[in-house]
Every structure is written in C-alpha cells, then in structure tokens.
C-alpha cells in the first residue's frame, strides 16, 4: 500500500497564494467548470455499445477540456512550458513553472485554482511474518479455486482487468500468457514500448489478479496496465493520466486511443490522508465508462478513523486486509471516514500472500498490506463479470457484500460498530467469498 505524504509544501495553494511560493514547482490548474454535468449528461443517454458511449464521453470532456483550457493553453505555449493537458479530469499538469506563468494563469476567471501537484511515496512491502503457512492461502480462503469448479463457473474468461501501480514484469511465466498486448500498456514517465517494472509491487499485485500457477484469483481474465508510480513514487500527473488511459486506452506511444478496448475494472493498491477529494473527477468518469473501481483501504491501522483516501470515496469498493486466521490485519486501515461513512466495504487476504515478482520470470515473494487485499477482490470481480459483463457496480458491490463469510476474529470497535455487529468500520460487510458471490451471480441473486 502506498502512503501519501503531503507534506505543508504540498497542500493545494489558495487561488490567492502569492505566485512566487509557485516559481520552479511542478502545478496543477483547476478549472471552474467540472466534469460533472457532462457526465450526468452522457449517463442520460442510450448508447449501442459500452465502447460508443466511451468514446463519446470521451468527445465531450474533450470539448469541454478544449473550451476551458483555452486561454491557460495560449499561456503555456507561448511561454514554451512543460505541460500535460488531461480532459477526463478538466486539469492541466505543468513542469518548472516561472512566476510569470503562475501570474498570468491565476489572472484567467476560468481558473479555480493553481496549486502544487501532490506526490505519494511508495511504502516498503511488510514482509512476511510467517512462512508457514500455504503459499496460495488466499486463492483458497475466498475460495476461488472452488468458484472455477462450480457448474456454470468461470476463471475470468471473456474479461479485461487492469491496475494502477509500479508496472509489470509481463515474461514473468505466470503472466506472459494473459498479457493484452493491444493497448494493454501505458507509462506516462518514460513512454516504454513494453511493461516494465522497477519496484514489484504492481507485478505482485497483477499475479494475486489474474497470475496463472495457483497465484491469482482470475487466471483467465486478460490483463493490462498503467505505471502511475515510479520505482519509488507517483506524481499527481501520472496517477490522473494512467486514470484518464484506463478509460479509453491508446498505444503505449499515448496515439490512437480506442474506447473499445477499456478495461471492465480497475485494482488500486494506492492513496494515503484521509477525505482527498483529488481523485473525485477520474472516479466518476470510470463510473460513467462502466469501469468498476477498487482501491486498498490503507496500511494505516489498527486506530481507528484512518481509511485512507481514494479508498474512503463513497463510490469505490474499499478493501481492508485479513489474516489467513480471519482476523484484521493489524495494519489494516479502518472507518469511519471523516465524511462518517463506513470503510472499509469489505476485506480480503493482506497478510503473507505470495505472488509474481519483479526479479526474474520465476521470481516470488510473500508480502503484506492492503495492496495485496484489493487484488483478491478484483480477482474476485472479475469471475462474477465473467459471469454477466452487464453487472452494474452497484450490483457487485452487493454480490461481493452480502456474500461474503463473517466468521471472523474481533477487534476493538470503531465508530460505535463492533467486529460482530455487521457492517462495521474494521471489516465492512466482511471476508469476501468468490464461490459464494459466483454462486449468487449465476442464480441471478443480485
């Protein structure tokens, strides 16, 4: 799991800050007008096809984009600054900006605000605690062996999954089989031709996905993948570009995007502080897509009130971590948010699970964190759409809620709820279940 540091150079700058606090930084220019109205618009209409309505949603915050932007844009080009236009969240990323520019963009009506970009560092992997146990525990404790053997059940055909992370190592012999090629890669640092990986996470958070060899929940969905985190850290810039390639996918050279080919959800193992809103308008744009969002909910436990964000948004599935003994990882994150909602939505194995590596094509380790959890579910996501690729994320998110195992250990309440009583802000709804969510999902219990 990564942990945000926002450190008090990092916070957003007010629109009226002095611009030479900006001078030499890295920033980000919001906008006045958002997302928001575009996409409700496009969710009010029928489209043909998932692919049509992406790539005309794609068309209007592009127009949208193309409007607003307009005068920053003059700006930039005319001052020959480093800059990233992105339209799925209506912001522009520039490098090294000189007072002059910062000036001149907070001089615009249209601009909300200039403010420097975040940056989330990588925390080190937990080690493993215990090597014991079964390498493959957290395949089994979901079940999701037993899901594949069900009458009627599924390993992952026929979907697409993706994550936001440090890359992939794609020869690693338990992925190279399931790899997308076409539009399955995008690095927005170095512009790779290939999947790369330089820290490991990603690769270990993609095996426990869709690995084959007894490592990932969905060994048959096919896989793609963004590199919003370098080997130590993730820029704003990348997280939201990676965001914006997730729901309509180019090449990795960042040419010829085709909305055909948008991943059915996305895994991320990432975030940190608590009730950052920053991410909000890449969210609802997946929404819109029909993309289904997880995200780890933080490797900030055992107190209480520390879900991190984007985990904490009311509209992704938020995962907390399990022992292979049914019992909360001690470093777990917890609810409530600072908005009171309950977090996390439910919980998966975090603690000692073996996966894919970055070292070799045979290389494993066993780690720790909720960004090991989040996988399991998006594994466990991607059997039920297997299942029925129309399922709504309201409608998996209930699948993987109301059938999930609460046989689980106790803990110290938080938020006036218990470990007994269900939902609660240590487990959410509880241990998910694939076969038992499969098994709903092929009777059509919603």
Not at 114 to 141: S, Y
Not at 142 to 155: C, F, S
Not at 261 to 270: E, H, K, T, Y
Not at 394 to 422: F, I, P, Y
Request: hydrophobic residues 35%; proline residues 4%.
């Amino acid at each position: 799991m990564f942990r945000q540091l926002l450190v008090a150079a990092l916070v957003g700058v007010a629109l009226a800050a002095p611009s030479n606090k900006l001078a030499s930084k890295n920033i980000v220019v919001n906008f006045k007008q958002g997302t928001e109205e575009v996409l409700n618009r496009v969710d009010r209409m029928r489209f043909e096809s998932r692919g049509q309505k992406i790539t005309f949603m794609k068309a209007q915050l592009e127009a949208l984009a193309e409007t607003s932007q307009k005068n920053a844009l003059s700006i930039l080009n005319e001052k020959a600054a480093k800059f990233d236009s992105v339209w799925i969240s209506n912001q522009i990323f520039v490098e090294n900006v000189s007072a002059e520019v910062v000036e001149a963009l907070l001089a615009l009506p249209e601009v909300a605000e200039v403010r420097e970009q975040k940056i989330i560092f990588i925390e080190e992997p937990i080690p493993a605690d215990n090597n014991t146990i079964n390498a493959e525990w957290g395949v089994e404790k979901i079940e999701a062996d037993a899901a594949w053997a069900l009458p009627g059940g599924n390993n992952g055909q026929g979907v697409v999954v993706s994550n936001i992370d440090t890359g992939v190592r794609y020869t690693h012999q338990t992925l190279r089989a399931n790899y997308r090629s076409s539009y399955g890669w995008f690095d927005p640092y170095t512009s790779t031709a290939n999947p790369t990986d330089g820290n490991g996470h990603g690769t270990h958070t993609m095996g426990t996905i869709a690995g084959s060899n007894g490592i990932g929940v969905a060994p048959g969905a096919q896989w793609i993948a963004c590199r919003g985190c370098s080997t130590s850290s993730c820029t704003e810039n990348a997280l939201t570009r990676c965001g914006q390639w997730v729901a309509c996918p180019t090449l990795a050279s960042g040419g010829s995007p085709n909305c055909n080919q948008a991943p059915d959800l996305v895994s991320n193992s990432w975030g940190g502080g608590q009730g950052d809103t920053w991410y909000n308008s890449v969210i609802s744009a997946w929404h819109t897509a029909g993309i289904i969002p997880l995200f780890s909910q933080g490797n900030s436990g055992p107190a209480c009130g520390t879900a991190n964000s984007p985990g904490d948004a009311t509209n992704v599935l938020g995962v907390g971590s399990t022992t292979s003994a049914d019992g909360v990882s001690s470093f777990s994150s917890r609810g409530p948010t600072t908005r009171g909602n309950l977090k996390p939505d439910i919980s998966a194995p975090g603690t000692n699970v073996r996966s894919a590596w970055y070292t070799s094509d045979t290389a494993y380790n066993t780690i720790s964190g909720t960004s090991m959890a989040c996988p399991h579910a998006a594994g466990a996501t991607a059997l039920l759409l297997a299942k029925n690729r129309s399922l709504t994320y309201a409608q998996v998110k209930n699948l993987l809620q109301n059938n999930a195992d609460r046989s689980l250990g106790s803990a110290t309440a938080c938020g006036g709820t218990g470990s007994t009583t269900w939902p609660n802000n240590i487990y959410g709804y509880g241990r998910i279940n694939a076969r038992k969510a499969l098994q709903a999902t092929i009777l059509g219990a919603y």
